[in-house]
């Protein structure tokens, strides 16, 4: 989309959302954790440049020993570093850096469309409080088979758990409304993504999947899909039930 036909799109949704406070690229932060992602970091970061006119803040919370860090700060990021704990540790930490009131969440892999961004932020201005990008929807044909079925199994799962129909629990992609983000006390790690939805979904907030391309990732992936996928079922199950037992 280009500049002008994505404000015009905001313009639009002013009209359709009388009364609440619309946002354009300046009140938007897109956050990553970035560990080791050299192959792919150069190309996220001049696709979020490209899509928002270069007036979105990024932050990377960054654990590598490659040229990751360097490449980020070459490209104006804001980069904090720390010691790689895991996938939620970073994404918490890039989310209580992010200084604006819309923050969308991404992977530093060149896996998600940051082509989106303009259509997230619309939804943002239209009223919802969070935007989860559905991988799932157009047959995510580039996510290895075992994932594919395991994300497929999570959003079954979880969406029996909360009695309410999701359709990918542990995308990459989302945007929030900052002061969710602040509300909510966030506590899991490698099931971080799924808790991001499902506490604001059992907690009565508006809550938006809109279907996103996936794309082959670049570089190598930083997680054990066993190990992985063991820890975001435990998430999933226990988040669920805190969340019902509130
Ligand atoms: N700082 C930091 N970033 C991390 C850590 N673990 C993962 N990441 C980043 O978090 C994002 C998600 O990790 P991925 O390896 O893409 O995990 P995934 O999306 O489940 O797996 P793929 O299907 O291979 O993309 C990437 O941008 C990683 O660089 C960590 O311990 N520290
Ligand atoms: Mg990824």
Request: glycine share 8%.
């Amino acid at each position: 989309m280009s500049q002008q036909q994505a404000d015009r799109s905001a313009d639009e949704s002013v009209a359709a959302a009388d009364g609440v406070e619309q946002f354009t690229f300046d009140d938007l932060s897109v956050v990553m954790g970035t560990y080791n992602e050299e192959a792919a970091i150069g190309t996220v970061l001049d696709d979020i440049d490209r899509v928002t006119d270069g007036r979105a803040e990024v932050v990377c919370v960054d654990g590598s020993s490659d040229r990751t860090p360097e490449i980020a700060r070459e490209h104006g990021a804001t980069v904090v570093e720390q010691e790689p704990q895991g996938y939620g540790v970073a994404v918490r930490e890039a989310l209580l850096t992010a200084s604006r009131p819309v923050v969308v969440t991404t992977d530093c892999d060149d896996t998600y469309p940051m082509d989106a961004l303009p259509e997230f932020l619309d939804f943002i201005n239209e009223g919802y409080d969070v935007v989860s990008g559905d991988r799932l929807y157009y047959g995510a044909d580039a996510m290895p088979a075992f994932n594919r079925l395991g994300n497929a199994a999570f959003a079954g799962i979880a969406s029996v758990l909360m009695g309410d129909r999701v359709h990918d629990t542990t995308t990459g992609m989302r945007a929030y409304r900052r002061e969710i983000i602040e509300k909510i006390e966030w506590t899991e790690n490698t099931g971080l993504s799924a808790e991001l939805l499902i506490r604001p979904l059992m907690r009565g907030y508006e809550v938006r999947e809109e279907p996103i391309t996936y794309a082959e990732r670049a570089g190598e992936t930083k997680l054990d899909p066993i190990q992985g996928g063991a820890e975001i079922l435990k998430s999933i199950v226990k988040v669920s039930l805190e969340e019902r037992f509130r």
